[in-house]
T-cell receptor, first 114, second 111 residues
Framework: NAGVTQTPKFQVLKTGQSMTLQCAQD?????MSWYRQDPGMGLRLIHY???????DQGEVPNGYNVSRSTTEDFPLRLLSAAPSQTSVYFC?????????????FGSGTRLTVV | QKEVEQDPGPLSVPEGAIVSLNCTYS??????FMWYRQYSRKGPELLMY??SSGNKEDGRFTAQVDKSSKYISLFIRDSQPSDSATYLC???????????WGLGTSLAVNP
């Protein structure tokens, strides 16, 4: 089925550990992005990419790295996990010209940092 | 003043009721107005969007944009238990990649 696939669905990390959240889409979307969703804070943009080889920071980029080597994949790396990074992470993709009205979201990764 | 205000609810209604969900905003540059629906433990999915102003209808759902009052609404007619979800408004000025999101309104439709 076409869509955005995120792995893993759940993860528990210890403080200081690193990990990569995977995101893949099969819709040939140019634009991909990572959000975190926290109670009372809503959706906040971490990083985004408008195409392979191009990435940029969102509102809350500190502690996270991204790269975009292919159109399909956009992994999010946590460099040294902190309890403040406990959250639900969503990957979203769209065509380049969709200004928010064509976003497809993945089902999310629930991350707990202890 | 926050750029977007959305009452988080929760809103609880009986099946068949008409539901009205609202967001206010302060940025007059917004051109794209979206409503996303998010079921528990799922990602948001686009429900409706409007470019510029006016109304848009899709089945039981109607989206309204009032740019003069900086106010958008989503109406759900003949609400169903399957409409129970969190509804997020989102805005974009059309000149960059930044979406501005509301915090979401939690809706429960009781059978």
């Amino acid at each position: 089925n076409a869509g955005v696939t995120q792995t893993p669905k759940f993860q528990v990390l210890k403080t200081g550990q690193s990990m990569t959240l995977q995101c893949a889409q099969d819709m040939n979307h140019e634009y991909m992005s990572w959000y975190r969703q926290d109670p009372g804070m809503g959706l906040r943009l971490i990083h985004y990419s408008v195409g392979a080889g191009i990435t940029d920071q969102g509102e809350v980029p500190n502690g996270y790295n991204v790269s975009r080597s292919t159109t399909e994949d956009f992994p999010l790396r946590l460099l040294s996990a902190a309890p403040s990074q406990t959250s639900v992470y969503f990957c979203a993709s769209s065509y380049r010209q969709a200004y928010g009205h064509g976003y497809t979201f993945g089902s999310g990764t629930r991350l707990t940092v202890v | 003043q926050k750029e977007v205000e959305q009452d988080p609810g929760p809103l609880s209604v009986p099946e068949g009721a008409i539901v009205s969900l609202n967001c206010t905003y302060s940025n007059s540059a917004f051109q794209y107005f979206m409503w996303y629906r998010q079921y528990s433990r799922k990602g948001p999915e686009l429900l409706m969007y409007t470019y510029s102003s006016g109304n848009k209808e899709d089945g039981r759902f109607t989206a309204q944009v009032d740019k003069s009052s900086k106010y958008i609404s989503l109406f759900i007619r003949d609400s169903q238990p399957s409409d129970s979800a969190t509804y997020l408004c989102a805005f974009n000025a059309g000149n960059n990649r930044k979406l501005i999101w509301g915090l979401g309104t939690s809706l429960a439709v009781n059978p």
